[in-house]
């Protein structure tokens, strides 16, 4: 392909604001699941931040006399079994739930990119540094050799049960993803000849990584993050399933999926099916979103979804194409 | 190298891994709050016997020293006591870990037997409505809580439709297990010719599996179809395709090419689901190792966590090293 | 006397009917916003057979999407959206998908210039040949074996028995690029299409290899498309040579009529690039690189780099016009011979 094609169909370089929402708008048709990921990520951070003013009870105030009463017209998701109101408790544990979540995978992305670019920067030489990375890597296996759930509940035991240690555990598990991610990304960048220019050029290693490595290294990591999301809002859920991760009374989709457990097998579903379905979607939501990023960030996909954008002319015959119905 | 070789290499280098595996876990769980020998002997006890018990379980050595002594003990296979079963954990784990291992090796394949004719339809038609089903089933499986899923099963199946078993272990109250030959209810009761045991085995086996299953097979299909794509997408495909193979040539060789990929996905999730599926055990009552970790943890019984840290840590790197070998045997740029 | 010519009359008349006829070939790229990018313009040109037709261009004229478009698989994303490619008396791109993989290989077929990225990793290149000729000659699997270890042993393969089991990695470039030809010939194709065959080659290597294939197509007189970027190349290996810039031929003639009298200025340019002939060097000088400016879509696509460039060069499209016997150009101001 000529350079001047490749550099043509490549990018989504828009020319004017205009084109650029134009373009916005022919993406979201073409991949309507995007739209939908960020409409419900969007969605369920605004019932966390704004659930005081739309839910219609407090999330803990349980009334004995109204026990596990299906959904009504008063009670849309039902009353669980000590009588609290499902709906405002599903409302609120966003608050919790993505709180533990985001915080905890911004410390992980942090901390482990961070490392990872170190350690890819630095490995395969002599010295001490290279060493100490070599190190790392070591550590970071037998971090991945345990048992993640295992681990978790560990962790939180040990530094004792709150809503800090909880993170801290979750951002701990999930540092070693960050690590390998990263330091894959460096490793094959830090060949590059743009990087050597750099050295040449005489800048320092430190800013050489800043500058040049870390935001060539970015697509991937932004790509897993929201991901990372959805997967950590799993893991705090099944802690509180557990009973080592959020506290009753505190509405987190866990521990209320926990407190129906019992009377869902004899027939009470309301309890515990509605709140997992609301983290399902959560963490579908933050898939999606993971998925756009994934496709907007990489060029080679990108570049697959704007060939599908153009107008339908006649294509080449490819075997996709062939055995396409 | 020779295949011999290698394999005495790699077998060498598990040994400094499990012992990392396990001093990291010993650290890590000796951080855990709680006093064991309370915990055993209970609230009740007298301090002579607490006393005497600490000394004799080692606890008022330092840290390094409780270690070697736990490693000594392991050199001679023993593991411990749990005070909650009160029986050694080596027992212990014997009789779960092929609960879990039976549930787990089940789901694996189920999964795989979802996720992969998925993953290979989405590869050769990516614009059929089948990619498109399984596209979003693969995001929606991953977005389910595993333990959610389980229960959302045993509504469906057992509350309201009455035709799973309750979900209350592996067999029914009934039914004795069969003769333990390799944990598996499923092949031992095949083994004994107890066909009682065997279909009360499978019965409840199938629910959990099918959570396993379901939840599984999405990053299965993800890989298959991203590697296939790939491979029909790289340079020697699209040579063979220049020079005008048959489809199905053309085909075939992309997957033999995905191969190493898909067995590494199949590999992970082996080794993590062992550890991963806890909470699905939990939820049916199973007896596995996981959830008998998770208990240990919960009540600060420690042995049993080292005790199932150990067992999967070494199932893991079992696995792959037999992953690896494969490899060897497809692809003829590693042996050089 | 300048006469607009038609595209059958490109070559003058022969009595003998071409192998290979490309006809008002175009081929786009579809780019996020606007326009698709034009990689071939309304390209066409005939091969007889049995002769070597040489295409010069510079990286990004578009020589390898000309290559796949020719056998209708161009890289993706790309298409094409107009021409015909005529074959023995059949346009290629009219045919049922099943009957055009028939010809892939076994009538037409193309030697690759990453000869080690491009055969499969996985498989003996023994296998690999044997299978192509299983598949198109439909002989068995033995006879395709054998039939592959001639190949192999045609193409000059030091130790051909051994190298039967040898897989893609293991084999150095140039042994890689002769297993690449082996397989491209296996079928006694009537048309081979060689897309910068020999780039990255010892140039002790490259000449064996083109003497190679030089001697291989006239024992099967099959018509050859020699694409390359090096024009010095062409001179001996090539019957006629056409030059390729953005996408169109710019000029098509014999061997000897384009080196002793070339008339376009990018020819002239290519030329003097080489030459002893310092003044002539600094004359045919490009300007400087601006080059990566949008590809204008009036006026003559040189015209930008062009030394000899006047007003009407930007307004109005040359056609390609025969200005000697057998000698096509697409320019307004043809450099005169002095």
């Known amino acids: ?37 960020y409409v419900i990520v969007i969605a369920v951070i605004g019932a966390g931040l704004f659930a005081p003013f739309i839910a219609p009870y407090s999330p803990i105030s349980a009334d004995p006399s109204r026990v596990l009463q299906p959904p009504s017209l008063s009670f849309p998701l039902g009353t669980d079994a000590v009588g609290m109101d499902i709906f405002s408790r599903t409302l609120y544990a966003p608050r919790v739930d993505l709180t533990i979540a985001i915080a905890a995978t911004l410390i992980s992305a942090t901390i482990g990119s961070l490392l990872g670019a170190l350690v890819g920067y630095y490995g395969g030489g002599q010295g001490i540094r290279s ?32 809503l800090g240690t909880v993170i801290a555990a979750i951002a701990f598990v999930n540092i070693p993803i960050y690590l390998r991610l990263m330091r894959s990304q460096v490793l094959s960048i830090r060949g590059a000849r743009f990087v050597e220019a750099a050295q040449v050029g005489g800048l320092s290693d430190w800013s050489i990584i800043i500058r040049h490595v870390i935001p060539n290294a970015m697509s991937s990591v932004l790509a897993q993050l929201s991901v990372n999301i959805g997967w950590a809002v799993l893991l705090t859920a099944g ?9 009753a009374p505190t509405p987190e989709w866990g521990s209320m999926i926990a407190m129906g457990f019992q009377d869902l097998v004899t027939g009470y579903w309301w309890p515990s099916l509605c709140p997992g379905l609301a983290l399902s979607i959560t963490v579908f939501g933050f898939a999606l979103v993971g998925a756009s990023v994934e496709v907007l960030a990489d060029p080679v996909k990108r570049r697959a979804l704007v060939s599908e954008l153009a107008p339908r002319a006649s294509r080449g015959p490819v075997v996709k194409s062939e055995l396409s119905a | 190298m020779s295949i011999f070789a290698y394999i005495g290499r790699r077998l060498l280098l598990i040994l400094p891994q499990i012992v990392g595996i396990v001093l990291v876990s010993f650290m890590l769980v000796k951080t855990i709050p709680g006093d064991p020998a309370v915990l055993m002997l209970g609230p009740t006890a007298n301090p002579e016997s607490l006393a005497a018990l600490r000394k004799e379980m080692g606890l008022n050595e330092s840290i390094p020293m409780q270690f070697w002594i736990y490693l000594k003990n392991l050199s001679k296979g023993d593991l411990g006591t749990s005070w909650q079963t009160t029986r050694p954990v080596l027992e212990d784990l014997l009789t779960r870990f092929p609960a879990t291992l039976e549930l787990v090796s089940f789901g694996l394949l189920t999964a795989i037997l979802i996720g992969l004719p998925l993953g290979l339809v989405s590869a050769f038609r990516p614009r059929s409505w089948l990619a498109r089903v399984a596209d979003f089933y693969s995001l929606a499986t991953g977005s389910l809580p595993d333990f959610w899923l389980a229960l959302v099963l045993i509504y469906v199946f057992y509350t309201l439709l009455g035709v799973a ?50 939840i599984n097979a999405g990053p299965i299909f993800k890989m298959t179809q991203s590697t296939v794509e790939r491979m029909l997408q790289s340079d020697f495909s699209r040579y063979e395709m220049l020079c005008g193979m048959p489809h199905g040539l053309v085909l075939r060789h992309a997957l033999r090419n995905s191969l190493p990929s898909i067995l590494t996905i199949i590999s992970v999730l082996y080794g993590f689901l062992i550890g991963g599926a806890v909470l699905i055990e939990i939820v049916f009552s199973w007896g596995g190792a996981g959830q008998y970790a998770v208990q240990g943890v919960l009540n600060s019984d420690l042995y049993p966590v080292l005790g199932f840290v150990l067992f999967s840590a070494i199932f893991s790197l079992f696995v792959y090293l037999i992953v690896d070998l494969i490899y060897f045997a497809i692809d003829p740029r590693l042996s050089h | 006397m300048n006469a607009i010519v038609s595209s059958e009359m490109l070559v003058p008349a022969q009595s003998v009917a071409p192998a290979l006829s490309v006809r008002d070939l175009r081929v786009e790229f579809p780019t996020a916003m606007g326009a698709p990018t034009v990689a071939i313009k309304n390209l066409s040109f005939d091969i007889e057979p049995g002769t070597i037709l040489g295409l010069v261009g510079e990286s990004g004229a578009g020589k390898t999407t000309l290559a796949r478009s020719i056998l209708n698989l161009p890289p993706m994303p790309g ?88 897989y893609a990695h293991e084999l150095s470039g140039g042994m890689a690029q002769r297993v690449v030809i082996a397989m491209s010939l296996v079928c006694s194709p009537r048309f081979v299409i060689s897309d910068d065959a020999t780039s990255g080659l010892d140039v002790t290597v490259q000449a064996q290899i083109l003497k190679l294939m030089r001697d291989l197509a006239f024992e099967q007189q099959s018509a050859m498309l020699f694409i390359t970027r090096d024009v010095g190349i062409t001179a001996h290996f090539c019957d006629r040579v056409a030059v390729m810039y953005s996408g169109e031929i710019m000029e098509i003639a014999s061997r000897e009529d384009l080196f002793l009298d070339p008339q376009h200025p990018y020819t002239v340019m290519l030329m003097a690039a080489f030459s002893h002939n310092a003044k002539l060097r600094s004359q045919w000088r490009a300007p400087d690189e601006s080059r990566e400016n949008a590809t204008p879509s009036v006026g003559c696509s040189y015209a930008s780099r062009c030394p000899k460039a006047q007003s009407i060069c930007h307004v109005e499209h040359p056609e390609l016009l025969e200005r000697r016997p057998g000698h096509v150009v697409r320019c307004h101001f043809p450099v005169e011979r002095t």
Do not use: C
């Not at chain 1, 060493?131 to 040990?158: E, N």
């Open chain 1, 1 to 37: 392909m000529s350079s001047r094609t490749e550099s043509k169909a490549n990018g989504l370089s828009p020319h004017g604001a205009k084109s650029y929402v134009d373009l916005i708008w022919r993406v979201a048709k073409a991949r309507p699941r995007f739209v939908v990921g």
């Open chain 1, 131 to 162: 060493w100490l990375g070599a190190a790392v890597m070591r550590v970071a296996d037998v971090v991945q050799a345990f048992p993640v759930f295992v681990l978790a509940i560990a962790l939180v035991a040990s530094l004792g049960q709150s």
């Open chain 1, 239 to 247: 802690l509180s399933f557990v009973g080592a991760g959020v506290r």
């Open chain 2, 165 to 214: 078993p309750a979900p209350l272990g592996r067999l029914d109250m009934a039914i004795l297990p069969p003769t333990q030959i390799t944990g598996f209810y499923t092949l031992d009761s095949l083994f004994a010719g107890d066909w009682e045991a065997f279909k009360a085995s499978v019965s409840h086996l199938v629910l959990p599996v099918l959570a396993l299953g379901l």
């Open chain 3, 79 to 166: 298409r094409i959206t107009n021409g015909e490619v005529w074959f023995e008396g059949t346009d290629l791109r009219r045919l049922p998908e099943e009957e055009q993989r028939e010809r892939r290989g076994r009538d037409l077929s193309i030697v690759v210039p990453n000869p080690r990225g491009e055969l499969n990793p996985l498989i003996t290149v023994g296998d690999q040949i044997a299978t192509r000729a299983q598949v198109h000659l439909r002989i068995d699997k033995k006879a395709a074996q054998a039939r592959a270890l001639e190949m192999l042993q045609k193409v000059q393969i030091p130790d051909p028995k051994r190298r039967m089991n040898a």
